[in-house]
Nanobody, 125 residues
Framework: QLQLVESGGGLVQPGGSLRLSCADS????????IGWFRQAPGKEREGVAC????????NYGDSVKGRFTISRDSAKNTVYLQLSSLKPEDTAVYYC??????????????????WGQGTQVTVSS
């Protein structure tokens, strides 16, 4: 029903920046709380950031606070994740996930029924 597509991943040097996008062809992401998660080889999936659908409240994982920013462009029904001051340990596949409208952010992967295919972010010299 909901088809999420991430884009914007790539290879960057330490200290660099990327902007990831999460979109849906049905243009209905405004009605969903969106979470970003990441998973590196051999590690468990980690919550990165989220933005609630009803009041726009945001939340960030401790490891990315001050470096990553999640935002929503309501006109485009698109959610972005700005990655700044990237470190090699940020290397992972980044996933966009959605859950029906909530006032508060969700931080657990099990709370999200809809997932994108992921986009690779590699931070290396």
């Amino acid at each position: 029903q909901l088809q999420l597509v991430e884009s914007g991943g790539g290879l960057v040097q330490p200290g660099g920046s990327l902007r990831l996008s999460c979109a849906d062809s049905r243009f209905i992401l405004n009605y969903y709380t969106i979470g970003w998660f990441r998973q590196a080889p051999g590690k468990e999936r980690e919550g990165v950031a989220c933005i609630a659908s009803l009041v726009g409240i945001t939340n960030y994982g401790d490891s990315v606070k001050g470096r990553f920013t999640i935002s929503r462009d309501s006109a485009k029904n698109t959610v972005y994740l700005q990655l700044s001051s990237l470190k090699p340990e940020d290397t992972a596949v980044y996933y966009c996930a959605a859950v029906g409208g909530t006032e508060w952010c969700r931080t657990r992967a099990d709370d999200y029924p809809y997932w994108g295919q992921g986009t690779q972010v590699t931070v290396s010299s």
